[in-house]
């Protein structure tokens, strides 16, 4: 095997037909023409730039979506939409081109033991294809509707029986994190759906010594919670509510117009404040779906507070982020490290990574995000 | 002398009528009444909470004031105003009397070390009427005009003949921190003037194994700043433009309708963001006075930021915090924490206690919240 | 009868304990004892200050409410919550102790025949004990949820017989339109309940010559939307979303947790936009309780446009108003100009006072505030 | 001559290759190949859009400009920028080229009659050569410093002789003014420069019966000011404090670094309020140039207000807005009202076209934007 930063690294993406991952893999390979500055990629940072990370320019791609639009198609769309600069877009057609080649479509037959071997027939045959070291296989697919808990949830073997049958026992995140590890990769799930949070997946995962991250990427309102919660519990001023709303285009936000996905998503957010502050303050987290907005977020959030003597006092923030160009360079960061973290050994939840997630893995994370950068930089500078 | 816990501490402010100082007495002996919660006083923080400080409730007020109105009638303003509850300034009335009693109009006679003679004469009267065994002077006067440079600020004993000369030598912050020195006590500003930054009074305070801290209390804007800058950091998000309006009604907002004063805090505010992003984002910071906002301040700050790829993106914020709500348990924490430290044998300045000012003193200083709060804690938890 | 500007009015207020109504009854005592201006009542306006109405000052208040904290102890805590001074409060505690005497409990006896007649009498008998030459009977009562359609709505026949069995015919807000009617009294709803809004009470009304008004008192963002949205539509620019977040304190805020009240509320909120443009945006109008707020409401909308030639643009707004100050004196003017238009014989809805409303009575109201007002001067300047 | 809808109207823009013109001529070419919508085109709006105007397919454009820059260099710069979509510059690129054609370089010869000479020559052989009925000269060039009184400026005979002498009488607008009345053409200011504003020139216009209309297009801050301080107004709200932080990027914010520039626009800004409130609340108007907002501009203003008793409230508002989306269209519905009005025998200044501007010429105009546009609507409409 090769030394660490010259291990070859592969990223098997879930959902490849996505605006995140297009994004993602159109802004590696104009890093790797030397098109563009690695703006948004944590690991660029001054601070973790010299750490055995695999680079951005030699990671490969593959993935499957259930979609069919091009990746090139996809590239252009985000370009009129003002994600993507229509010159870069234009500059790595050839590169794309290949990735195009790397892509399947979601295999689905027979039991989902079945649809497992399959997934985990094409992931290897990427990773043989391209003489991988390591392959990532990373979730940016759409939030999908929680899983029913199940008895075979609790073991691997119970799991395997189980899969073997008619029936759907595991959701597609869950069979993605199942694939991953019966393939030898690692996982990593950047959204909120359950991916390798079952006793079984984690136990598989101990068992074969794989490491997996998540979940949900922070990317906006909750990145500006992991930092002003923290300064009013530094100071020790009382947050007596704290309000916010969410506007969102984009598939991402359609997707949230079922009650269900909504209302689970607006939980974890505003959970997030309680574990912070050590107090739950009054608020909701409203989420809603805007088509105007298109890939573009607005946040506004209101919060009041008291300060000295009960003085009431009150704070508004309103966040326009594009979500494609804020979670892409955390999703190539989470592949360069993932990857490095597999390599050197690392298995089971990679609590280190918080910095990157809204929901993190592990009890009691700390939600502060200072707290989690130094933490990062601690887990990235000790990578070989 | 007594252990710390015991300690007798003495505050001494200059500028004691104002509202910031009312409001910190009024609050301190609402708190030795068990009429209130310390919420904002960061040395009440659970993780500090244990450490050896003298008490809120021990601390022993008096101070100077070119003002001549009573803290009962400028009590009874702030209770119109919505900044104290006027239950508790009725509650404390006799307290505060007791308080007026310590306070004394400004010297001012013959040559500046006759004036400074003057007041070292009130402190160390003070200190010896209570029986203290630290007085802090800590200046939370009205932000004075910058001060031009004179031979004499080079060294103590330059300085000491020239201010037996007629004529200004020091401004009024400065002279106060050379009567602290002089009177054995300990200084801080919690304003943008001179105090004792000049290399005369750097080197009295040295010679006399004296501590000192400052400057300009960070309370609104620049505290956001202090926690989203090192977010965009992070994150490696390229800040393009940062711009900030603040208005500000008060005794503070219309001494800042003075060009020079305004320019100097402007400058002043935005250079944290070059300091803390590693560049200068495009973009200034504005002050004005807007009476009707009273003892609140309000600022709207808009931040362009790109994102991957070149992606433009903004947030806004806007803060409607009250100034004195704000100050006054900083002013009791940095009683504290100063008259301890002098305790424990600290001499010079206490950078340390950056998490409290706007400027702090020091080469480099970082201005991340969370390093600071970090440092703080340790130098709290070192105090016996 | 007293010629228009000596006649002695009377104000019926159901809900007359709670904030809006203590609000406009405090400050009536405070008018007529010249401690106060009359900002916010519109026929204070220059150009309505010469109508022909009955002065505020003359105003005789009384009514019911389901509550029994007295008028005094409101009007203390509303003093606490900064939305009364407290030295009005206590100016006029004599003149509001008289107000107290003229309340009386919600009557609920028997049917809801017998009911209306309890309500009358109290009506009638305050009128005679004050000498009145007209009372307006104005609804400022919690928000009820929607009334269930009945055949007996359908005529004032069918309503009485109705009325006289067992079992509910008519919301609160509905019996008090028809007790009002019954009496010979105006009838003003100042909320989004049903009020007069039935065929059969429209019949009663007609029959019985009296004029009614409503609904829903326009206070704080939709007042905004009625400028807005109109430049909007000037300028023939074309608003692609209108998204609104309103977070409510006080007693409205708790009823609207009310998942049913909630979405009325909201499809009223948005459908004005509708209207006034022509074409409906995207977006949602969404209400939450923040009982922090108090008798505070925030609202946040978010407006995406397009100009010449589709270029996406944005404009935000965020509104913290206080509900009872905003209301309070919109009441006394639609006290002063109901009393007049029964005193000139108008009959039936008062279609010229949707300046002050939501949700105006009428088919194809417009809701262009700027033509809403020169409806309402025209009909004040009209009245004798 | 033509019957009115087919008069043949061109339209000689100074300042014909910045931002706004070319937004304008690509607009204008878009829309005679149907290719978009007349969006922001106020003439375009239903109540407007049977009245007898040239239509904007039949407009012909000419002009002066200092920069040389071609329309098609400079619409692909704004297509970069997001003004103009990229497909529409590409589309017109043809009829585009004819424009080009007709553009020429900024006369300057010998005395400022010759130079008007020249100006007058190149309009009226651009009349000549496309067989135009009317041509309206209308000034979209940068902002120009404001011109120094003289006494050659009080009557068009001294206007005339002074010119013939050297040195600089009037400044380029009003240079244009005089050029546009010598060459029998109407004139529209869209600047907030001096334009037609001199008793000699409007001396000139009255003599040769042609109409003028200024000055500075209402496009953002002041167009909301312009509906939201008559909404306090109606309902008798005092206004306190009205602060705006405008931030500009793009030619005109950096032409108002010029503190002389600022400092008249800020007040032309803040006198609105006085006029459309009859009082005049605290707070300034600030401008700020700020490279990275490109053709974008962002203002923020908070407006503090009091309610029945004094309750003191406030809002908030934030306009991003693309100064040259909101510009455009405006500039050619003043080119087909202003053609229409000369056509229809109208001489002087057209004021009934405040509607469009910041300061609107005439005594004491009203700023209410729902009354200019009654005012425009009724004048509009006669227009035969």
């Not at 997946?201 to 992991?226: I, M, Q, V, W």
């Not at 704290?242 to 079922?258: F, I, V």
Request: hydrophobic share 45%; with cysteine.
């Amino acid at each position: 095997m090769n030394r660490g930063n010259v291990m070859r690294a592969g990223v098997w993406l879930t959902g490849a037909r996505g605006s995140v991952a297009t994004t993602a893999v159109v802004g590696a390979l104009a890093l790797r023409n030397g098109l563009t500055e690695p703006t948004g990629c944590v690991t660029a940072h001054p601070e973790l730039a010299g750490a055995a990370l695999p680079p951005i320019a030699g990671l490969v791609f593959g993935g499957h979506d259930v979609a069919t639009i091009t990746l090139a198609k996809k590239a252009e769309q985000l370009a009129t939409a003002g994600v993507l600069p229509a010159r870069l877009v234009q500059a790595v057609a050839t590169d794309l081109a290949e990735v195009e080649a790397e892509l399947r479509p979601v295999p689905s037959q027979g039991t989902q033991a079945e649809t497992a071997a399959a997934i985990v027939a094409d992931i290897e045959a990427f990773r043989d294809r391209h003489h991988l070291d390591r392959v990532v296989v990373l979730n940016v697919a759409s939030t999908e509707a929680a899983l029913e808990p199940q008895p075979a949830h609790q073991s691997a073997k119970a799991l395997a029986a189980a899969l073997r049958q008619s029936g759907t026992v595991l959701s597609p995140s869950a069979l993605y994190a199942y694939s991953a590890f019966s393939a030898g990769c690692s996982y990593v799930d950047f959204t909120p759906s359950a991916g390798a949070r079952l006793p079984a997946l984690e136990e598989l995962a101990a068992e074969r010594r794989l490491p997996y991250a998540g979940h949900d990427g922070k990317t906006g309102e909750t990145l500006l919670k992991s930092v002003i919660a923290p300064m009013f519990r530094m100071r020790n001023l009382k947050v007596a509510s704290w309000s916010g709303m969410n506007l969102l285009g984009g598939g991402d936000g359609a997707n949230l117009t079922d009650p269900g996905a909504n209302a689970a998503k607006s939980v974890s957010k505003q959970r997030v404040l309680g574990e912070t502050l050590g107090y739950e303050p009054e608020g909701n987290t409203r989420i809603d779906y805007v088509a105007d907005l298109g890939d573009f977020k607005s946040a506004w959030d209101l919060i009041t507070f008291r300060g000295f003597l009960g003085t009431p006092m009150r704070m508004e923030f309103s966040w326009q982020g594009c979500d494609s160009a804020l979670a892409a360079p955390l999703v190539l960061d989470l592949a360069r490290i993932t990857a490095s973290a597999h390599h050197n050994g690392y298995a089971g939840p990679l609590t280190a990574l918080a910095f990157f997630f809204k929901d993190p893995i592990g009890d009691n994370p700390d939600h502060a995000l200072a707290a989690q950068w130094d933490e990062l930089r601690r887990f990235v500078s000790g990578l070989r």
